[in-house]
């Protein structure tokens, strides 16, 4: 039987960190995150000999390996009776490339205002997970065989954020997941700093994985221990949180913004926060036709609810979608004749209040 | 890489019934006494490894509760298990209480105190037992042996005890092991000296042949374990230097010098299993082989695995499998390995000799013979499963269907007659007597057979002297 893999992501932003350790009533600073960290990943690694580990850190800008169980480092750390040698190799190294990143960070200044490179690293864990399904397939004769290629058994990703969502990153994001669902990898979340994100929550949902918004961080360990540990075979019978409510709003391809209400291209499902005559995607021009009539009867008929508190990033959330903003990327105001096609369509991404309700049980 | 994931029905089955059977060791750990055991989860090493034995539940449930300062309500933990799954979360909390690594007083779970400190700081490092073994400054005039080398070492030894076991009685003279291995096959067991000097292999023995390697040593180590409690060493040190072998980094050499008068006696008889590997008896280092290091990886040692022991142990023909079986009882096994070739030889009647190719037939005479000798229809099936060919892998189900049920069958076959001992009651003096007698006999639930025609039945061994009395009473009684 093989172990399980685990691949972790971690946000290593300075800023957010900062911000984190000064964060009342629950301060929680970098050191003593990766100290809690270390357990964690030392009690994966001591759960099962098989079991393997990588660690991807997101900086400012670039995101690197910082530990993998597959290639470790060529210098073995100094003799210790006292500490099981696996353990103190993921450890030394883990410390040595973390502070090596973060000093190359002060020495290249100025950048550590760009957002973290969370994707950047979400993307080298699945080329990581898909290497280990490639080995592994090869190893068992199944790919040359011409088979359909196994999955790896039990492997999954946890992403350790600080960071708000960056609304750019949204189609690499969605990407991702759906690599990972192809992959069979499950998606663990751990927002431990900072508002909700709704990537996230998505990420965790659509892979099966399980999404904690941190609020006590003196119980990191423990909150990781119980929801993360747990290899996916084992949480067929111990249950691990899942959310109540899923944020499943999207964000729009012309500005990147998250969205309630999205205008969807029937030809490519590009989603845009106001309807535009062509399609910046797929340029469409003649396809492409959204229903302004339906679109005219939706609208009089949202202006009479209350908008939706619960929305606090929606702030261009179009208020009138006839009026043409002059940043669409659309070229040509093309004169929209009557009888709009009827498979273009206006959609809700608003879920969240409606349907998004999954409990535990 | 293991083959856990196949398509194969019969295969996954028996992954099942693998993942829900314990560790050999903890059946034996559990009947330990309190006192021992904490005096062995002292040592940060043997409570990684004990760790490392238990199931993933048990795990789970362990490193939950490790980092919690006080006891928590039962109920607390039970919410986050499914309902259905109940059972084995029951089962669990039991076996981890019976090892002494989990009290549950008045409905709170808590940890061992000793056991929490111990796996804290093999987790998180610290501590000054030393429980992990001290490593030998490198030697420049004289390097450790290398990985490589340790493999080929351990690969030696192992199968020189197998084969030996294997070929005993066949005539042929293999490599004699050394009298301690010998001391010890004879006295779990595995092989006995009855039948003159030569040391015959038992049906114990045979079924021992098919384990896979990695349950071979366990039992092998579990033997050794019961004469250490005869030769009045100290199960506690014994036991503390497995977990510690385990723990140890293969091609690394280290010092005997912290080892107790106990440990430093078990080095002479871990070298001949091929356990560790030292340069001169005298040695004060050592090495431990893959043998040794992973001990503690609870995973059955698949044939595939060419990272662990098991690989290692059982040939490098193995680590692919090898074995062919066709609808016509035909195998095909691509090996040169004396030792495979000798337990297939146990239920295969072998035909041809290549320089890669060994060809057979299962028959039925060839069956027999392994069946009288102790080995069950399951073990054979078991054996070739996970011995099977790559090409093999494809099929499913992985053998061919008519062979699996045929050497069933055979083995139904020898289950024909049932004999069992007894008493037979006849000439009852009239239909009455009889009747009483019988029907006081099926109270007793002790009737084997009846014939009423002829006013005789057959009880069992435990009723008889019941029957006796019964009819002694009634004959004094005078009623007839």
Same mark, same amino acid.
């Given at each position: ?5 685990l ?12 911000l ?7 301060p ?5 995150f ?86 950047g ?24 065989e011409?088979?359909?290629?196994l ?38 979340a751990c ?14 949902h ?10 006590r ?13 747990p ?17 499943f ?19 490519c ?12 995607t ?18 009089a ?7 939706s ?19 669409t990327?659309?070229r ?12 273009s ?17 | 890489?293991? *083959? ?46 004990i ?33 259905e ?38 987790i ?24 490589e ?8 030894r ?29 006295r ?12 015959q ?21 579990l ?10 060493m ?8 497995f ?16 080892? *107790? ?8 008889d ?28 609870? *995973?059955p ?40 070739t000798?337990v ?28 009288n ?17 790559p ?19 055979w ?17 009852f ?5 009889y ?10 639930d ?17 009723g008889?002297?019941?029957?006796k009395?019964?009819?002694?009473r ?6 007839y």
């Open positions: 039987m093989a172990g399980s893999h691949s972790v992501v971690i946000d290593l932003s300075p800023s957010q960190w900062h984190s350790s000064l964060h009342q009533p629950y929680l600073d970098i050191s003593a990766i100290s809690q960290l270390l357990a964690f990943l030392n009690a994966h690694i001591a759960f099962k000999h098989e079991n393997t580990l990588a660690v991807f850190g997101a900086f400012p800008g670039k995101s690197t390996l910082l530990y993998s169980s597959a290639d470790p480092p060529a210098e073995t750390p100094s003799n210790d009776a006292n500490y099981f040698p696996p353990l103190k190799l993921v450890d030394s190294t883990m410390m040595h490339r973390i502070v090596q990143n973060l000093e190359t960070l002060t020495q290249n200044n100025g950048d550590d205002k760009a957002p973290s490179a969370l994707v690293a979400l993307t080298k864990a699945l080329c990581y997970i898909n290497r280990l399904t490639l080995e592994f397939n090869a190893a068992t004769t199944n790919a040359t011409g088979l359909e290629p999955a790896l058994p039990d492997s999954r990703i946890l992403i350790l954020s600080v960071s708000p969502d960056q609304t750019a990153s949204y189609i690499p994001v969605m990407n991702s997941i759906f690599s990972a669902q192809k992959l069979k990898v499950t998606i663990d927002q431990i700093y900072g508002p909700d994100t709704v990537f996230l929550q998505q990420a965790a659509l892979t099966g994985g399980s999404y904690i918004y941190l609020e961080r003196d119980a990191l360990l423990q909150y990781l221990t119980m929801a993360f540990l290899p996916p075979s084992v949480r067929q019978t111990i249950s691990v949180p899942t959310q109540d409510k899923i944020d709003r999207a964000a729009c391809f012309c500005h990147k913004n998250i969205i309630d209400v999205g205008f969807v291209c029937s030809v499902l590009s989603i845009f926060c106001q309807p535009v005559p062509v399609c910046s797929c340029r469409q021009v003649l396809l492409t036709k959204f229903p302004f009539k339906t679109l005219q009867r939706l609208n008929a949202r202006s009479s609810l209350p908008s508190p619960s929305q606090p990033r929606n702030s261009s959330a179009p208020s009138s979608p006839q009026k043409t903003n002059g940043r990327p659309s040509t105001e093309a004169p929209l004749g009557p009888g709009g096609l009827p498979h369509g206006s959609i809700s991404l608003n879920n969240s209040t409606t349907n998004g309700a999954i409990s535990s049980r | 890489m293991p *083959s856990a994931a196949h398509v194969d029905d019969i295969d996954d089955k028996d992954l099942i019934q693998i993942s829900n059977k314990p560790h050999a060791l903890l059946p034996f750990l559990q009947l330990q006494s309190a006192t021992s055991l904490s005096r062995l989860y002292q040592s940060p090493s043997s409570c990684l490894s760790f490392r034995l238990l199931d993933a539940l048990e795990r789970q449930l362990v490193m939950n509760l490790l980092w919690l300062e006080s006891a928590i309500a039962q109920t607390t933990l039970g919410v986050w298990v499914f309902q799954k109940k059972k084995l979360y029951d089962d669990a909390l039991d076996m981890l209480s019976k090892l002494h690594i989990l009290h549950i007083h008045s409905a709170k779970l808590s940890l061992n105190g000793t056991f929490k400190t111990s796996l804290r700081h093999a998180t490092g610290g501590g000054t037992t030393g429980s992990f073994g001290v490593p030998a400054e490198k030697d420049e005039k004289r390097p450790p042996m290398d990985v080398g340790l493999d080929a070492y351990a690969l030696e192992w199968e020189t005890i197998l084969h030996f076991m294997v070929s005993s009685g066949t005539g042929q003279n293999p490599t004699r092991p050394s009298q301690g291995v010998l001391y010890l096959l004879q779990s067991g595995l092989m006995s000296n009855q039948h003159g000097s030569l040391p292999i038992t049906s114990a023995g045979f079924q021992f042949l098919l384990h896979p390697p990695h349950a071979q040593l366990w039992d092998l180590l033997q050794y374990l019961h004469m250490a409690e005869e030769r009045q100290d199960l506690v040190e014994v036991l503390t230097f977990f510690m072998l385990s723990t140890m980094e293969l091609g690394r050499e280290y010092l005997t010098e912290n080892l *107790s008068q106990t440990q430093k006696a078990m080095l002479d871990l070298r001949d299993y091929g356990l560790i590997w030292q340069r001169r008896p005298t040695s004060r280092r050592f090495s431990p082989t893959r043998l040794a290091t992973t001990l503690n990886s609870s *995973s040692s698949l044939p595939t695995g060419a990272s662990t022991g098991a690989g290692a142990a059982s040939g490098s023909q193995q680590q692919q499998g090898f074995i062919v079986l066709e609808t016509n009882y035909r195998v095909y096994a691509y090996t040169d390995n004396p030792l495979q000798a297939l030889n146990l239920f295969v009647s072998l035909k041809y000799r290549f320089p890669n190719l060994v060809v057979g037939s299962i028959t039925r005479d060839s069956v027999r013979r392994a069946l000798n102790g080995i069950s229809a399951d073990q054979i099936i078991s054996y070739l499963i996970t011995h099977a060919h090409q093999m892998r494809k099929f499913n189900p992985l053998l061919p269907v008519t062979v699996q049920d045929q050497i069933r069958l083995e139904l076959e020898k289950d024909r007659l049932k004999s069992q001992e007894g008493y037979l009651y006849t000439s003096a009239s239909q009455g007597d009747e009483l007698v019988r029907d006081y006999a099926k109270q007793l002790v009737v084997v057979w009846e014939n009423d025609a002829k006013r005789c039945f057959f009880g069992t061994l435990e008889h002297a019941n029957i009395s019964f009819v002694e009634r004959g004094v009684g005078g009623d």
